[in-house]
């Protein structure tokens, strides 16, 4: 599996690097810091190598999209924009905070609920799109998720969309969040992690969460 | 207040960007990436320019020391050892995982409880460090957090230390802390992190806390 962890200048060091930790801890996965330039700059300055150039989001299986301080100019930039090539009918698709405003402008939200963070929510509902006040919602392949600590969850959905059937999917969520919890704290942190995801799991499941909203 | 993130080659993302993004939200404060060279390059591959030199350590305020597929290798180059040079008398000082080895090499860890993930545990033991099954613990201005995920911990202590009187810091750390939390979930995710730091924070907490190990 290879994943495109889209990062744009300006960006929130927690989601790129959260998704790309987590995801490159699956065996055989990895998940690349992916960006316009050959360099991408964080909203606290940190200067980092792209590892994969924009157009990866067209090959990659999985897409992640990270959140900043500056998504509103991507998305007004219909050169950078049209660098973006996703395909839901292929791809597992997943944004973090103002990364939905990336989705909205590509129209893949459709009418389904979308999470995002406080600070980028009335740009999103801007966009037409109708935000939740929860940190996670998974429909089919897309994925969205507000609040940075809510990465965690996006990541695990990655990981268990990414793995396929239901039962190893979820193991492997399972495992990697196991490794990254906190000493003392992993069966609590890993029972709240799955909690979230696991009702955006199966087909079924789906259609009950979308009945909720 | 001026913080050091310490960052070696081979360092695992997580632990240096939590604290990164977390500590520059506190008003005032500029954390940066500190590493040895002018070039760090992650666990993952991926590379990021050093904002600050290794010998920023001596002048910050508070140094964070993070971890990595690499610490071992650290703390046995004597060359590198000696550029790094703490003062808990004037220093808040924290080590994430792997990094407490470096706090072991430099002397700082005593006989104070120590926290640390499960892989970097018998190295941390075999140190002579007393490692114990919690995912943070702190005592005066040196603090230990195991796991990736108790990076959130160390942070919001660091914030809160580094802001002084008791309550302001308390409140500055929980601003941060609801700030990044996941939507939805902000009063739970804040109390459930000052729930595990707060024991730390007076003198007299500590000393209770100290009695239970």
């Given amino acids: 599996m290879r994943i495109a962890v889209l990062t744009f200048d300006g960006f929130n060091e927690l989601d790129s690097f959260v998704a790309t930790a987590l995801l490159n801890r699956v065996p055989g996965w990895r998940a690349c810091i992916t960006a316009p330039g050959a360099r991408v700059v964080s909203m606290n300055g940190v200067?980092?190598?792209?590892?994969?150039?924009?157009?990866?989001t067209e090959e990659a299986?999985?897409?992640?999209?990270?959140?900043g301080v500056r998504t509103r100019d991507v998305v007004s930039d219909s050169k950078l924009m049209a660098r973006i090539r996703l395909d839901p009918a292929r791809q597992i698709i997943g944004a973090q905070c103002s990364g939905a405003l990336v989705l909205a402008k590509l129209g893949l939200l459709g009418d389904v609920?979308?999470?995002?963070?406080?600070?980028?929510?009335?740009?999103?509902?801007?966009?037409?799109?109708?935000?939740?006040?929860?940190?996670?919602?998974?429909?089919?392949?897309?994925?969205?998720?507000?609040g940075c600590m809510a990465a965690h969850y996006l990541a695990a959905w990655a990981i268990a969309k990414g793995m396929g059937a239901r039962g190893a999917g979820e193991a492997a969520a399972r495992?990697?969040?196991?490794?990254?919890?906190?000493?003392?704290?992993k069966a609590a942190t890993v029972a709240r992690v799955m909690g979230v995801i696991t009702p955006f799991m199966g087909d079924a499941a789906q259609e009950m969460v979308a009945n909720r909203y």
Avoid: M, N
């Fill in 175 to 185: 495992a990697v969040i196991d490794y990254v919890a906190p000493v003392g704290e």
């Fill in 61 to 67: 299986d999985i897409v992640l999209i990270g959140s």
């Fill in 113 to 146: 609920p979308v999470c995002t963070d406080l600070t980028s929510k009335p740009w999103v509902v801007a966009t037409g799109a109708r935000v939740i006040d929860a940190p996670f919602h998974a429909a089919g392949t897309i994925a969205t998720a507000g």
């Fill in 47 to 56: 200067q980092v190598y792209a590892q994969q150039p924009i157009e990866f």
